[in-house]
């Protein structure tokens, strides 16, 4: 499955548009990573267990993203955007991917 941010593919001919395609993945805080990340807060520095969690969250919401174009047909997701929220009170975070899924040459 081809991905782009743009609305086209250089070197390749859009033949046919499936829709619109989204995909959310959502993951949850856990304690021990809440308390690794208020440290990392108070020491300064990068919250590896977030970003691992975040970086896992994205492949997963890329990876439902290009099932669901598959499963119209399509080859290619163009136009493909990626969003992060939190929401909820224990700090549910959540990646969305979505695009225009397609058929290229």
């Known amino acids: 499955m081809l991905f782009s941010t743009t609305p ?30 208020s440290i990392t807060d108070v020491i300064g520095g990068r919250s590896g267990s977030y970003e691992s969690a975040l970086a896992a969250a994205r ?18 997701v163009v136009g493909m955007r990626l969003d992060y929220e939190i929401f909820g009170e224990k700090g549910m975070m959540m990646v969305i991917a979505y695009g225009t899924a397609v058929t290229v040459a």
């Open 8 to 37: 086209t593919l250089e070197g390749h001919t859009i033949g046919r548009y499936h829709g619109l395609v989204a995909f959310e993945a959502i993951i949850g805080a856990n304690i021990f990573r809440d308390f690794m990340a």
């Open 59 to 76: 492949d997963h919401a890329l990876e439902g993203l290009g099932e669901k174009a598959h499963a119209l047909g399509a080859n290619a």
